[in-house]
């Protein structure tokens, strides 16, 4: 009977960065917790899973995947064998593990944002490191919806805190690296909220920290994170001069160099640069870098939450910035058009942005009437546009 490989398993090592071998220690270290005595899981054991020719681990083994991944049995791609329909119970039931409200008072906002840790940890591994990724996800997915605020801030800079808590206890270079490049990531999502909450001061300490942090753990994909977010910084300061240079740092990372994606998005935010500097031929030079390469990303593989916002919406919208600030509204109009209908529903603060910049492109045409539909204020009441 020939054997099916495991499609989920695969894409969850993927997804974060897993080895075999980690997995396989991560799941030992878990069946310690729960039963006392050191699990014999190899990485031989996790590639059979993979293959398909294992397709219900012991039991224990099957408790300890839920604990370390934090899904369930069957959601792993694991089939129960002959009439067995039940599966282990969850880990919340049968493991150790403990909940942790970062914010403090229990607002829905708060309740969002908690991030989950092992209460005493005797060990620092590929779990910690899974369940402070996830809580990482949930203040990206919490800013997509409601934009940068303070409680956000507060829980990326405990999650932060958390990771490199764990990073002086772990006993493996490889760990304490990724857990510096997580304490880079949330800081990052920190200094990202302090710009949206107009903090740009606050923004640009924490983007200190988050670069430090980034060259510690060797991430490059950290690094270029925190230069987008610097270009971005620079350009509300109106420090044209620094936002592209900061947008050109991003394109010496290795992640701009090995992949088009990136690449595509250290050149858009390269033109914005050029576009607020005065320099057209250079903005439309980078933009049109920037898409072709976005031509030639495969936008179906897995990415880094923090580069999850980029494509083709935002291509639109940042295009359409560069070509309302080198004279073609018009044109900036259409491209605006094109980042609404392109915009994931989840977006909910990107879309009132781009609404915002859709009627500012009208009112430079002189289009004031509808300007003002777009906005959704009365005709009288231009305030938006300063």
């Not at 910084?233 to 394109?251: D, I, N, T, W």
């Not at 494509?311 to 900036?332: F, K, Y």
């Amino acid at each position: 009977m020939a054997t099916t490989r495991n499609a989920a398993l695969a894409a969850f090592l993927t997804e974060h960065q897993m080895t075999a071998s980690e997995l396989a220690d991560a799941v030992n270290h878990a069946i310690s917790d729960l039963t006392g005595r050191q699990g014999a899981t190899s990485e031989r054991t996790v590639f059979r899973w993979l293959s398909g020719e294992s397709r219900w681990p012991q039991e224990r083994q099957r408790r300890a995947l839920e604990a370390v991944t934090g899904r369930s049995i069957t959601a792993l791609g694991f089939v129960p064998r002959g009439k067995r329909t039940s599966v282990s119970a969850s880990p919340a039931e049968e493991s150790k593990v403990y909940r942790r409200e970062f914010c403090g008072a229990a607002t829905h906002a708060a309740a969002a944002v908690a991030v989950p840790f092992l209460a005493a940890p005797s060990r620092v591994g590929t779990a910690d490191i899974i369940r402070l990724r996830e809580h990482g996800e949930r203040l990206v997915a919490l800013d997509a919806d409601r934009g940068g605020h303070g409680t956000l801030a507060q829980a990326a800079l405990a999650g932060a805190a958390e990771a490199l808590t764990l990073q002086r206890q772990s006993t493996t270079q490889r760990v304490r690296q990724r857990l510096l490049a997580l304490a880079s990531d949330f800081t990052a999502t920190a200094a990202w909220s302090s710009i949206d909450a107009g903090q740009l001061d606050v923004a640009s300490r924490h983007l200190d920290r988050a670069l430090t942090l980034a060259g510690l753990a060797q991430d490059s994909d950290m690094t270029m994170q925190v230069w987008n977010l610097r270009a971005m910084l620079a350009r509300q300061r109106k420090e044209y001069g620094e936002a592209v240079a900061a947008s050109q740092a991003m394109l010496t990372t290795a992640g701009a160099r090995r992949s088009p994606l990136h690449a595509s998005l250290a050149y858009a935010r390269t033109a914005v640069g050029f576009a607020y500097r005065g320099d057209r031929h250079e903005a439309l030079r980078c933009l049109g870098r920037a898409e072709t390469l976005l031509e030639k990303a495969d936008l179906a593989q897995p990415r880094a939450p923090w580069i999850a916002f980029y494509g083709p919406a935002e291509l639109h919208c940042l295009s359409a910035i560069v070509r309302d600030q080198t004279g073609d509204p018009a044109e900036a109009e259409a491209a605006y058009h094109q980042a609404l209908t392109a915009l994931p529903t989840t977006y909910r603060r990107n879309r009132a942005y781009t609404t915002a910049c859709l009627a500012l492109s009208q009112l430079h045409q002189g289009d004031v009437e509808q300007a003002c539909a777009t906005r959704g204020c009365p005709v009288n009441d231009l305030r938006y546009a300063g």
